[in-house]
């Protein structure tokens, strides 16, 4: 499974962006997908997850209420809306694919999209 993710940029505090993740392969509908982030100098912190189905979505603390996790199984396309954007948002945000949505890691990785969030 490869993972193409898009819409990265930069954007004024209190503005939106929506990431897109693109799976290839014809079994992307199997697997849990999510997206973490990376700022420089921090660690890789957990933002979203949501189940193969789409019924079940997580959220990390600090985006919730802010961000929806979505998915296309049809269109083999996992987005992340961010709404509210804070400069703290900042960050390499990442595509990842795995058999559970959340506590088991992920098995697959996309190449990252920067997201900078201006004061």
């Known amino acids: 499974v490869q993972l193409v993710e898009s819409g990265g940029g930069l954007v004024q505090s209190g503005g939106s962006l929506r990431l897109s993740c693109v799976a290839s392969?014809?079994?992307?509908?199997?697997?849990?997908m999510a997206w973490l982030r990376q700022a420089p100098g921090e660690e890789r912190d957990f933002v979203a997850s949501i189940s193969w189905a789409g019924g079940a979505t997580y959220y990390g603390d600090s985006v919730k209420g802010r961000f929806t996790i979505s998915r296309d199984n049809a269109k083999n396309t996992t987005y992340l809306q961010m709404t509210s954007l804070k400069p703290e948002d900042t960050a390499v945000y990442y595509c990842a694919a795995g058999t559970y949505p959340v506590g088991y890691g992920y098995d697959y990785w996309g190449q990252g999209t920067q997201v900078t969030v201006s004061s």
């Open positions: 392969g014809d079994i992307f509908s199997k697997f849990a």
